[in-house]
């Protein structure tokens, strides 16, 4: 096989002639003004915070309630939460360079919220414009609405502050800020439009001179990185002013021993604003209450809030909002326009796409701080009962510029579901994906190679996730689907080499080829040291159990056996490490076992290594991490394949350790061979595969591929998360697969694979694909038609949406299969 082809000799020779129109210096600075702001704090229904700003970033955040009633103190929206009554939220258009709209339906609160962020054209500054109006016209309300700015003080030495700089009096408010890291900068509250709840009632003695007329404020004192405590804070107080008036009450009597006031008297409005209840001391941490009327005929208000750095050039103010954001949504419509290919005729459908992709973009966030690791615990087979951490400690600090799986129910970084993102919003901004996958990159690890399965940075990630899942052990690994969406950059790099793209702005680096060589040359030695960790880590010793066996059955010299593989840290019941978390293994467990999949992944990683290393001219290492992947693809058909089964098996060894046995369950696993195109082109394997894929009494239906067939034992059983619901990222993986090997079912863009093959074949494959990706798009759009949100996974029997809702990590992948393939 020829390493460098002539595509890849000519971008060398092109590289070497030419100075580079981008550094990585340059890349940096402008990506760090363009999304230096943003909603990177995907857990929030709506919260605003700087990327990169570390030491003494400001943040601000929204929660909001119906403030009418003592007992909606427990209705409080601040992060989002799977049990919260909010039928519905997410972003109509969003983009991290420009801004974009949210809308939030809450019934509970009777409150309709489109909040609008939009950004200078500089990156400097923003505005967060807010309108509310109620959903039920009978039934009246209040929309109170409490903002949080925190300007975090790093030190004691500190000149970080934000204080308030009008009179107590005025609704609209004006602070001054400073941070040693972005300087000087004004925020402004403004008020657009609406009436503030005002009871009218005079005074009562447990007032304490706060009504809900008029805006409240104060401020306080808080530790560093505790703003995200805001509803706690927010709830606590509120508890106390009501138990407070309850005894006040109580203590008020008539002559004749009666109470003076009753419950029902208490104006709820008033008493539920935020006051310094405990004369705290002034400080960075300020929270505004404006509690709007919506009762009778008042249906609507609207706020700013608005950041003006000092050094920039280009302030918002509210009379320029309005063209700001106008201008900036109609830049997202048509960057969303050139990018995909939607009819203009089916504008639900378009309006779909382009809110799923929105919303997985809103979910990109910036998460810094300490991560738990032990690294003191091996696993083997005294594990496979349960998996125990006992020693964690903590680490870092250490930053990610991530997507997010699902907002309310993983709102962290997950390695194995980041490269599906990537594949995704690299087709929207290639640069940005690129500036996503550079941040993954820097957290490998420089000694070992590990990066963490899950990365859980800093108290506040820490609190949204379950506590047997925090601790982290470089034992374990997932999937590395990072090397598959950078393999896929370069990829795109090399083919687009000669092509002008009108769709590819000139300054993109994807139009710098010479760029992401550089980086390619500059990240190289920690990605060699990542594919080291994973092969490490996962391979499995043949001389203990197999060399005996091989030869008995006429294997030895065949397998490979210093490229077998199997995922360390499974349980009984669980492989979590390689992300189809309960599909069925074989039983008992076994420090034996072969996993077809854990080998599958060695072969992609092997496979973008050597594309890097033969664009860089490494010969040697290139031929090396070709062996690799040839020996990973030897053993996938020698040993993995079951010629009985006609399928892709897991393998173990029988209780005596004298016979290999193939451990099939037909669905995911076995098709990830063909799904991650490691299957030679010329095999007579992918008639087979084709087969499974296309039967309707396994794992083909009117929704998409199930996880597992219909008639495996396991199929629908116990915890039944991948054993048979459908997922959207290997659906996508197996369509683009199908793209690959039979270019007949897709003309835009044909592979290289000139494999001629029977009619009866190819016209399998086209009509699978066809009806493939039609079922998808159907169902997952008639999902959201009906309940507004993409899920997790779909069920296989009635295409039902499962698992957390607004999924849009890979099930966002949608878009591409919609607008692309």
Request: aromatic share 12%.
């Amino acid at each position: 096989m020829m390493l460098i082809n002539s595509r890849f000799l000519a971008l060398l020779l092109w590289i070497t002639h030419c100075s580079a129109s981008m550094t990585f210096e340059k890349f940096k600075e402008q990506s760090d003004r363009s999304l230096l702001w943003g909603a990177y704090r995907p857990a929030t229904y709506f919260s605003i915070k700087p990327r990169y700003v570390n030491e003494s970033p400001f943040v601000m955040g929204l929660m909001w309630f119906d403030a009418l009633s003592e007992t909606n103190i427990g209705s409080i929206r601040h992060f989002v939460e799977m049990h919260d009554k909010v039928s519905h939220y997410g972003w109509k258009s969003y983009d991290p360079r420009i801004g974009g709209v949210e809308e939030i339906i809450d019934p509970e609160n009777n409150l309709n919220l489109t909040i609008t962020f939009m950004k200078s054209r500089d990156g400097l500054n923003w505005i967060s414009r807010v309108h509310g109006k109620k959903l039920d016209p009978k039934r009246d309300s209040t929309g109170s609405m409490v903002l949080y700015l925190d300007q975090q003080i790093s030190d004691a030495n500190s000149k970080s502050m934000l204080k308030r700089i009008t009179e107590e009096s005025s609704n609209n408010i004006t602070y001054d800020g400073y941070s040693t890291e972005l300087g000087k900068y004004k925020v402004q509250l403004n008020d657009v439009k609406g009436s503030y709840y005002d009871s009218q009632t005079g005074d009562r003695p447990f007032k304490k001179g706060v009504d809900a007329s008029k805006t409240s404020e104060f401020s306080l004192l808080i530790p560093n990185d505790n703003y995200w405590k805001a509803d706690q804070l927010l709830k606590n107080l509120y508890s106390d002013t009501v138990t407070g008036i309850m005894q006040a009450i109580y203590r008020e009597t008539t002559e004749e021993g009666r109470a003076k006031y009753e419950i029902d008297s208490v104006d709820f409005p008033d008493v539920l604003q935020v006051r310094n209840l405990y004369d705290f001391e002034a400080g960075n941490f300020h929270l505004i209450q404006k509690t709007f009327d919506l009762t009778g005929s008042k249906k609507e208000f609207e706020f700013d809030v608005i950041y003006n750095a000092e050094n920039s050039s280009e302030k918002i103010t509210s009379e320029t909002a309005e063209a700001l954001i106008t201008a900036g949504l109609n830049e997202i419509d048509s960057k969303f326009n050139r990018k995909f290919s939607m009819g203009k005729k089916d504008k639900d459908k378009t309006q779909f796409v382009k809110s799923t992709l929105s919303d997985l973009l809103g979910g990109i966030g910036y998460f810094y701080g300490n991560q738990i690791v032990d690294r003191e615990t091996v696993l083997d087979e005294r594990h496979f009962d349960e998996i125990k951490l006992e020693h964690p400690q903590e680490e870092g600090p250490y930053g990610l510029f991530t997507a997010v799986p699902s907002r309310s129910q993983f709102p962290r970084g997950f390695y194995w579901d980041e490269g599906f993102h990537l594949l995704q919003i690299m087709e929207y901004d290639f640069d940005l994906a690129f500036d996503i996958i550079s941040s993954w990159f820097n957290l490998i690890e420089k000694n070992s190679g590990w990066i963490a399965r899950e990365v859980i940075l800093g108290d506040e990630a820490r609190s949204r996730v379950p506590e047997e899942f925090t601790t982290q052990n470089p034992n374990i690994a997932n999937p590395p689907t990072l090397l598959l969406a950078f393999g896929e950059m370069l990829k795109r790099a090399i083919e687009n080499f000669d092509m002008d793209s009108d769709e590819i702005p000139h300054d993109s680096i994807e139009n710098n080829k010479e760029f992401l060589i550089k980086y390619s040359k500059q990240i190289y030695p920690k990605l060699v040291k990542h594919y080291k960790w994973f092969l490490n880590s996962q391979n499995i010793n043949a001389d203990d159990d197999y060399e005996e066996i091989f030869e008995d059955i006429n294997l030895a010299g065949k397998v490979h056996t210093n490229n077998l593989y199997a995922w360390v840290g499974r349980t009984f019941t669980h492989c979590l490490p390689s992300g189809l978390d309960d599909y069925p293994r074989a039983q008992p467990p076994s420090t034996s076992e072969l996993h077809v999949d854990a080998l599958s992944w060695v072969g992609v990683m092997a496979r973008s290594l050597k594309q890097i290393a033969s664009i860089l001219g490494r010969d040697k290492d290139a031929l090396k991490y070709e062996e690799t992947e040839k020996n990973v693809i030897d053993n996938l058909l020698n040993l993995h394949w079951s010629e009985k089964d006609k399928c892709f098996c897991d393998v173990t060894v029988d209780t005596y350790g004298d016979n290999l046995i193939h451990v099939c369950h037909e669905g995911y696993i076995s098709l990830l061979p063909f799904a991650l195109k490691l299957i030679p082109a010329d095999s007579d394997k992918l008639d087979h595969v084709l087969k499974l894929m296309s039967d309707k009494k396994k794992i083909f239906s009117r929704y998409g591929l199930l996880s597992l067939s219909k008639k495996d034992k396991y199929y629908g059983t116990d915890e039944n998360y991948w054993r048979g619901p459908i997922w959207m990222n290997i659906n996508y993986l197996c369509l683009d697969a199908l793209r690959f090997y039979f270019p007949q079912t897709y003309s835009k863009k044909p592979t290289s694979i000139k494999i001629s093959r029977p009619k009866k074949t190819v016209k399998t494959a086209v009509n699978l694909f066809n009806s493939l990706k039609s079922n998808l798009v159907t169902n997952v759009f008639k999902e959201w038609k009906n309940k507004g949100y993409c899920y997790e996974n779909y069920n296989p029997e009635t295409g039902e949406g499962s698992g957390a809702r607004q999924f849009t990590g890979w099930t966002s992948l949608i878009v591409n299969i919609i607008g692309k393939f």
